[in-house]
């Protein structure tokens, strides 16, 4: 009965895939839940205008691609969320592998491999995998997150300082700071004036009107500064030629299969980072107000969101995490919020896209000068050093490698090290009892632990062993070898698996191994307290009589190894 009721309270398919925005609308939503999305929408836009323009031009493409993702990539995300506040749009953290794939493989690489990404996504997200991402440590988080600040505030030195180089900025960290240092000459004076003054004025904006739109005030001023004073510093017009008053036309980029399986790697990089990055959001989304959002939904949006993003020319669109804080700052009701978000925006590139052309390309390298500082967690970073010596190693690896060698990389290793140094710690987490020798029938039925408080040493015929924790393959070689030292002298040997919560495959085998063992010496193995899914795994592997009896308690096993010795 208890089985049957947990079958039915289980969530079914829509329940797990339903947007956010149809839960809101079911809750009976009001005009004033209308008017408050409205005013936090228009916040979270005035926030996303600068960063979109800023974080496009660092990932090597135009300010305009970056307000078609925060557009159409940002309104997907948030109707078809399982999130009720998430934000969609460009975020720092694909700068690096944006701008990789740009210089490897042009724009239309770009937009295919986003297209790919959006499809990995979905099928992430329909499979329900979404469970599996959150499980990265977290120094592999906090390492990858501050390896990403670190590149992008290195991808800002040259419009922060106004360099001229003499060819291509260099990808790779180390030739580009090479590359920075060469030119350093040609430092522009003016550009460092805006870069600087539009870095004071957000940090005093933040310390006194904390409310106040930072970055937009900042670039406003930095443009208006650099059109009164004539100054000579590049600004969007100058490089890119302006910005487009409308969306273009949706179009497919090339699909041949040669295309599809050079880009498929960048894919995969841009999705796994896509979901790590959304959920993250989310759930920082969770923790400011109190409710909870749905992982697998919310991949299946990431991914519609990332197909329709590059079919309308935009970039990767992931969940932002300081714009999703500023959304429930705000005071949004749900993702009506989100959708009106990208609707202002689309509002401002019909009216004052000519505006964007003043803009001076070094205000917005201040912008993610500062965004970079706070993505940095470097709090985090000096807490997880002093933590303990394996997360210090995971951590510095993952950093270590996103700096100097790939993102994706780092990631993988970063995992790789903190799953082996999880599953060592787990291994010695596993603990096996001495063996009790137990002599006399009556007192083995006297009551449960009654074999371990009333055992006679003199008899050595029945062997009790128990064993605590998680039985995998890592602490199987232990367990091993401690059953190996009890000897050839026992007519029974009992196994307490009570304290087991989990046995794996390797475990199973390993106590068929010492059951077939025990059998050639005349001896049974008796199994007691086993869990159902452990009993089930060993029933799989041929656990069964005469090799290993089953027992419910550590007391009927014991008095039915002695009735076996007696007879």
Request: proline residues 5%; hydrophobic residues 55%; glycine residues 8%.
């Amino acid at each position: 009965m208890i089985q049957n009721r947990m079958t039915r309270n289980r969530p079914g398919f829509l329940d797990l895939f339903t947007p956010k925005l149809v839960t809101v609308l079911r809750e009976h939503y009001r005009f004033q839940d209308l008017k408050a999305d409205f005013v936090a929408g228009l916040t979270v836009a005035i926030v996303a205008l600068p960063l979109s323009m800023a974080i496009a031009i660092a990932s090597g493409v135009t300010p305009d691609r970056g307000l078609y993702t925060a557009i159409v990539g940002g309104f997907v995300v948030s109707a078809l969320s399982g999130s009720r506040f998430q934000i969609g749009g460009p975020a720092g953290a694909f700068i690096v592998l944006v701008a990789a794939t740009v210089a490897a493989h042009g724009v239309d690489g770009l937009l295919l491999a986003t297209l790919l990404a959006g499809m990995i996504l979905l099928v992430i997200g329909f499979l329900r995998l979404g469970t599996f991402i959150k499980y990265i440590p977290y120094p592999v988080t906090v390492g990858f997150t501050s390896g990403i600040a670190v590149i992008i505030f290195a991808s800002q030195l040259k419009d922060l300082l106004g360099l001229t180089l003499a060819g291509r900025e260099p990808g790779p960290f180390l030739p580009k700071i090479m590359a920075l240092s060469a030119a350093l000459p040609s430092l522009s004076v003016p550009a460092l004036a805006v870069a600087l003054c539009s870095i004071a004025a957000i940090l005093v904006l933040r310390r006194l009107r904390p409310h106040w739109p930072g970055f937009l005030i900042a670039v406003a001023a930095g443009a208006l500064a650099t059109w009164l004073l004539h100054l000579p510093v590049e600004t969007i017009g100058s490089r890119f030629g302006g910005i487009p008053r409308s969306l273009p036309a949706p179009h497919l980029p090339d699909l041949s299969l040669v295309r599809i399986q050079e880009m498929l790697p960048a894919a995969f990089s841009f999705a796994l980072l896509g979901g790590i990055e959304s959920l993250l959001s989310a759930v920082v989304a969770d923790s400011m107000s109190g409710r909870r959002h749905r992982s697998n939904c919310e991949l299946v949006a990431q991914g519609a969101a990332n197909i329709a993003s590059a079919l309308f020319g935009g970039i990767c669109v992931t969940g932002t995490i300081a714009r999703t804080a500023t959304n429930v700052r705000a005071g949004a009701r749900g993702p009506i919020s989100g959708m009106l978000h990208a609707l202002i925006l689309l509002a401002f590139m019909a009216i004052a896209a000519p505006l964007a052309s003043a803009i001076p390309l070094a205000s917005l390298a201040g912008v993610l000068a500062v965004v970079s500082w706070n993505m940095a967690e470097k709090h985090e970073f000096r807490i997880l050093l002093r933590a303990s010596r394996g997360d210090a190693v995971v951590l510095l690896v993952t950093f270590l490698l996103v700096v100097f060698r790939d993102l994706t990389e780092g990631i993988l290793v970063g995992f790789g090290i903190g799953a082996l140094l999880f599953l060592h710690r787990m291994a010695h987490a596993v603990e096996i009892d001495r063996p009790v020798f137990v002599a006399d029938d009556d007192q083995a039925d006297s009551g449960e632990g009654a074999a371990y408080s009333r055992a006679l040493i003199a008899d050595h015929d029945v062997i009790v062993y128990r064993i605590t924790g998680a039985f995998f393959f890592g602490a199987v070689g232990e367990v091993a070898a401690t059953l190996d030292r009890i000897g050839e002298h026992a007519k029974a040997y009992v196994l307490d698996l009570s304290g087991v919560p989990v046995l794996d495959s390797t475990a199973a085998a390993m106590i068929m191994g010492f059951a077939r063992d025990a059998r050639r010496h005349d001896a049974t193995v008796h199994i007691a307290g086993a869990r159902a899914a452990v009993r089930r795994l060993l029933l799989m592997h041929g656990a069964r009589a005469p090799d290993i009896h089953f027992n419910d308690s550590l007391d009927h096993a014991v008095a039915a190894a002695r009735r076996e010795v007696a007879t």
